[in-house]
C-alpha cells in the first residue's frame, strides 16, 4: 500500500470512527444539577397549582416542556440538611448519619461526586453546602457557609477559613455567575458535573430589589385549608402555624419589609401574613428562573444543550399556607414531594410526565447511569434514567418510606408509608397520646388536600392492616428500627 493509499485508509477510518465517537458522547452526557431550597411545586408554573398563572417560571417551565416532569418526586426525610445528605449519598438518613440539621456529612463518606470523578467526570459545587464539613468529590467548589444571606453573600472558595465579601452583590445571582466561569474555564475535553445550589427560596425571603414591584396590588388565591382549623381534622399534630410568621415580620428582616397590619381580626391577619410570605417566596423564584435561563443560554450557546442533562429541583416541599401551615418536616403532599423537572433531548422526550414514586436517594444512581458507571452496592436508591425514557421497570416500586427525626411538640418525629392511593404516618414523638391517636390514614384520591383522617373507620380497616404490614416491610428492606 503506498502513501496515497495509506491516507485515504487513514481518512476512510476517521470517517467511520467519527458516528461511534459520537454515539459514545452522547452516552456519557454532562450534568447541570440545579437545586433550590424549600421551592415547593405549589409555586411552579408547570405544576398547575393555584398559584401556577402568578409564578414568573417561564425557563423551569420550559425545562418541563422540552423534557420531563416527575409529578411523585419525594424526599425521604423533609429537612435541608438530611435531604441534601440523601442526595449525595444514595442513602436513607439512618444510614449516612445526616439525620436533622445537627449532624454534619463525613468528607470521608462515599457520595456521587467522587464516583463520577471516578468515571472522569469534571465536578465542581457552587452554592449553598449546609454540609458543614468540607465538600468532598469536587474538583472545584465554591459555597456558602450554613445558610449564608441573600444580599452580600460571603464565598468560600476551596477553603472553609478563607471567605471572600461579594460586596453588591445578589445570592442568586452570584452563585450563577461563579457557576457561569467555572464553565468557561473547565477542560472541554472531559465531561462534567455542575452542581448549582441556591440559598432561595429559603426564609427570610430577600428578594432582589428589580422584582421589588412583583405581584403589586395583587391578591393571591388562598389555599382552602388556609382558614380552617391548624392542621388536618382530626389530627392532634399542632403543626407550624402561620401566626409564628406573623411575628417574625412584625420584628422585621423578611421580604422588602416588616409585615403591615391594619387591623387585629385574626383571620385578617392571617390572610395579610400570607399575602405577604407568598408574594415575597415568588419574587425570591423570579430571580431564580431568570439564572436558569442564562444557563440554558450558555449551554445553547456553546452547543452543550443536547449532550447535557439538565435538572431542576428542591431539596424538599413546603408549606403556603395549606392547613394554616409554614415550613415543612411533615410528611404531607405540599412538605413531601420534591418538584422535579429535567431535560436531556437525546433521550427524553417532550413533555414527558411521568407519575413513578421516585426518591431523593434514587438521584446519585441515576447521575452514574448517564456517566456510565456502576453505583457502589451501599447506596440503597435506584437509577430512574429507563422512567424518564418511558420505559418504567415492571419492578418500579409502588411505595415509599418516610422518617423524620428530630421531634418536637409542635413538629414530632414520624415515619410512614405512601403508595399512589393512600398515605399512613404514624407519629412516634406524641408520647402523651394513646396508641390509636398516634396514627393518620389518608386517602388520597378522596382528599388529595388531606384533610380528614380516616385511621380507625371500618371502611378503611383492610387496607390499614396491609399497609401497616407493608411499612414493616420497608423498615425490614432497608434497615430502620424505629
Known amino acids: 500500500m503506498n502513501r496515497t493509499e495509506r491516507l485515504a485508509a487513514l481518512l476512510i477510518a476517521m470517517v467511520g470512527l467519527t458516528p461511534t465517537m459520537h454515539v459514545e458522547a452522547a452516552e456519557r452526557p454532562n450534568v447541570v444539577f440545579i437545586m433550590a431550597d424549600d421551592h415547593t411545586s405549589q409555586a411552579w408554573g408547570c405544576y398547575g397549582s393555584r398559584l401556577a398563572p402568578f409564578a414568573k417560571t417561564p425557563n423551569i417551565d420550559r425545562l418541563a416542556r422540552e423534557g420531563a416532569r416527575l409529578t411523585n418526586c419525594f424526599c425521604t426525610n423533609s429537612i435541608c440538611v438530611p435531604s441534601r445528605a440523601s442526595i449525595l449519598t444514595g442513602q436513607y438518613s439512618h444510614v449516612n448519619g445526616v439525620k436533622t440539621l445537627r449532624e454534619a456529612l463525613d468528607p470521608g463518606t462515599d457520595n456521587v461526586a467522587k464516583r463520577l470523578q471516578q468515571a472522569g467526570y469534571q465536578t465542581a459545587l457552587v452554592g449553598k453546602w449546609h454540609l458543614k464539613k468540607p465538600p468532598a468529590g469536587f474538583d472545584y467548589w465554591n459555597i456558602i457557609k450554613g445558610q449564608g444571606r441573600y444580599h452580600n453573600p460571603v464565598m468560600f472558595e476551596m477553603d472553609l477559613d478563607q471567605g471572600v465579601l461579594q460586596q453588591g452583590a445578589y445570592s442568586t445571582d452570584v452563585f450563577t455567575d461563579k457557576a457561569l466561569a467555572w464553565l468557561a474555564r473547565r477542560d472541554s475535553a472531559k465531561p462534567f458535573c455542575l452542581m448549582l445550589h441556591f440559598k432561595a ?55 422588602g419589609g416588616r409585615l403591615q397590619l391594619e387591623t387585629d381580626d385574626p383571620q385578617a391577619v392571617r390572610r395579610a401574613t400570607y399575602q405577604k410570605f407568598v408574594k415575597d417566596i415568588l419574587r425570591c423564584v423570579a430571580a431564580i428562573d431568570e439564572n436558569i435561563g442564562r444557563l440554558l443560554e450558555y449551554l445553547a450557546k456553546h452547543q452543550l444543550a443536547e449532550d447535557t442533562v439538565v435538572i431542576y429541583t428542591s431539596d424538599q416541599g413546603y408549606f403556603l399556607g395549606e392547613h394554616n401551615y409554614f415550613d415543612k418536616r411533615f410528611m404531607l403532599e405540599e412538605s413531601l414531594r420534591m418538584p422535579f423537572v429535567v431535560r436531556y433531548p437525546r433521550e427524553i422526550k417532550q413533555g414527558t410526565v411521568s407519575d413513578d414514586i421516585i426518591l431523593n436517594v434514587d438521584f446519585a444512581p441515576t447521575f452514574l447511569d448517564y456517566a456510565g458507571a456502576e453505583p457502589p452496592p451501599a447506596m440503597q436508591g435506584r437509577s430512574f434514567r ?16 418516610y422518617r423524620y427525626y428530630a421531634g418536637s411538640t409542635q413538629r414530632p418525629a414520624h415515619f410512614g408509608i405512601r403508595t399512589h392511593r393512600h398515605k399512613l404516618i404514624y407519629y412516634d414523638g406524641l408520647t402523651d397520646q394513646p396508641e390509636g391517636r398516634r396514627w393518620e390514614l389518608y386517602d388520597l384520591a378522596q382528599d388529595p388536600q388531606e384533610t380528614r383522617n380516616v385511621y380507625g373507620e371500618s371502611k378503611y380497616r383492610e387496607i390499614t392492616a396491609t399497609l ?13 428500627s424505629p
Do not use: C, F
Not at 429507563?386 to 418510606?401: F, H, I, S, V
Open 201 to 255: 427560596t429559603h426564609e427570610p425571603w430577600q428578594y432582589h430589589p428589580r422584582h421589588a414591584d412583583l405581584y403589586k396590588n395583587v391578591d393571591l388565591p388562598e389555599p382552602e385549608t388556609l382558614l380552617g382549623p391548624t392542621g388536618p381534622e382530626g389530627s392532634v399534630v399542632p403543626g407550624w402555624p402561620l401566626e409564628i410568621l406573623t411575628q417574625r415580620m412584625l420584628r422585621g428582616g423578611h421580604g
Open 468 to 480: 401497616e404490614e407493608r411499612l414493616g416491610d420497608l423498615q425490614a428492606e432497608w434497615g430502620d
Open 386 to 401: 429507563a422512567n424518564l425514557a418511558g420505559n418504567t421497570p415492571a419492578d418500579w416500586r409502588q411505595a415509599m418510606y
